[in-house]
């Protein structure tokens, strides 16, 4: 597709439930993010893979996220366990090689979990 | 640690050129100066980046001084369809983006 793709748009989950969150980014971007967004607040890093490793995990809140981009592209966020807290938007954003250092990262339109 | 400070919110009315200035502390040598525009119900969208001077494009100018601890995202002429949040970002150790909560734009007929 033209733009980072983020499936589902809208998912709604009971508490202690587990959850997957795919993001397609842009043909031929190598640099791969995971942002979380709350209602008023500024996107917050969760993390970012250079290729298929993670290059940078250190926003992920706890050991009930995990994400993983086994072939270099698509994307999965993982969430286990899910708390009522775990509610947000969340994002992805992919970067063409060599622009990720300049900031330039083409976001997806989110999607929105609530847990219940 | 580099860290980015710009208002909560400005108000505008339709035609006016709105200005918006974020302060860059401790911005590194070599990180570029971007900006996001969001909608409600969307992700963030790149409008603009600059490393000092002037950039302008389509959708607006910025204007960053020589000693970079500042940039201004100016908007010619706005309309309503201009009302959003505007996010000034700034690079952490290599290529994490870290945002705030940026500012709140509303355009006013």
């Known amino acids: 597709g033209a733009g980072v793709s983020q499936t589902p748009s809208n998912k709604v989950t009971e508490k202690g439930k587990y959850v997957e969150l795919r993001c397609d980014p842009i043909s031929g971007h190598t640099a791969l993010y995971w942002y979380r967004q709350s209602l008023g607040q500024g996107p917050e890093f969760l993390i970012y893979?250079?290729?298929?490793?993670?290059?940078?995990d250190s926003g992920l809140p706890n050991d009930r996220f995990f994400a993983v981009r086994p072939e270099g592209s698509v994307s999965t966020l993982k969430i286990q366990r899910t708390e009522r807290g775990d509610s947000a938007v969340y994002l992805c954003?992919?970067?063409?090689?060599?622009?990720?250092?300049?900031?330039?990262?083409?976001f997806g339109e989110g999607s929105r979990l609530t847990v219940l | 640690l580099a860290k980015t400070t710009q208002p909560i919110s400005m108000d505008s009315y339709e035609g006016q050129e709105v200005n918006i200035t974020c302060s860059h502390n401790n911005i590194a040598t070599n990180d570029y100066i971007t900006w996001y525009q969001q909608f409600p119900s969307q992700g963030p969208r790149f409008i603009i980046q600059g490393y000092k001077t002037k950039v302008t494009n389509e959708v607006a100018s910025l204007f960053i001084p020589a000693d970079r601890k500042s940039s201004t995202l100016s908007l010619p002429r706005v309309s309503l369809s201009d009302t959003a949040v505007y996010y000034c970002p700034y690079m952490e150790y290599g290529n994490k983006l870290v945002f705030g909560a940026g500012t709140i734009l509303r355009v006013k007929s």
């Open positions: 954003a992919s970067s063409a090689p060599g622009q990720a250092g300049t900031g330039e990262l083409f």
């Open positions: 893979f250079q290729g298929t490793g993670a290059a940078d």
